[in-house]
């Protein structure tokens, strides 16, 4: 079993800053794809930003350039910079990691952390 537990949420104005963190624990054997997806209310879970096994990074196209993604492979973590936030950010941000040992392959969502963009 995989946990993920999300840090970094909060209330920001716009055009601020926020910096999301996600840890990975348990039986980890291997992480492959990591990263962020959100959901607004009333509105479905979209993804944010994935930084894939082999290096890549993929954005949601409307936040290219305001968010960055990375992520550290040997303390299985996955930090999301978020700038020049805006009202329509306020989502809950959640992470999402794509588990595999020898025998299958798992996703895993943490529990989700608020952001909240108002002035």
């Known amino acids: 079993q995989v946990q993920l537990v999300e840090s970094g949420g909060g209330l920001v104005q716009p055009g601020g800053s926020l910096r999301l963190s996600c840890a990975a624990s348990g039986r980890i054997f291997s992480i492959h794809d990591m990263g962020w997806y959100r959901q607004a209310p009333g509105k479905q879970r979209e993804l944010v930003a994935v930084?894939?096994?082999?290096?890549?990074?993929v954005y949601a196209d409307s936040l290219l350039g305001r968010f960055t993604i990375s992520r550290d492979n040997a303390k299985n973590t996955v930090t999301l910079q978020m700038n020049s936030l805006k009202l329509e950010d306020t989502a809950v941000y959640y992470c999402?990691?794509?588990?595999?040992?020898?025998?299958?392959?798992?996703?895993?969502w943490g529990q989700g952390t608020q952001v909240t963009v108002s002035s």
């Open positions: 930084s894939t096994h082999d290096g890549r990074t």
């Open positions: 999402n990691a794509e588990h595999r040992d020898d025998k299958e392959v798992k996703w895993y």
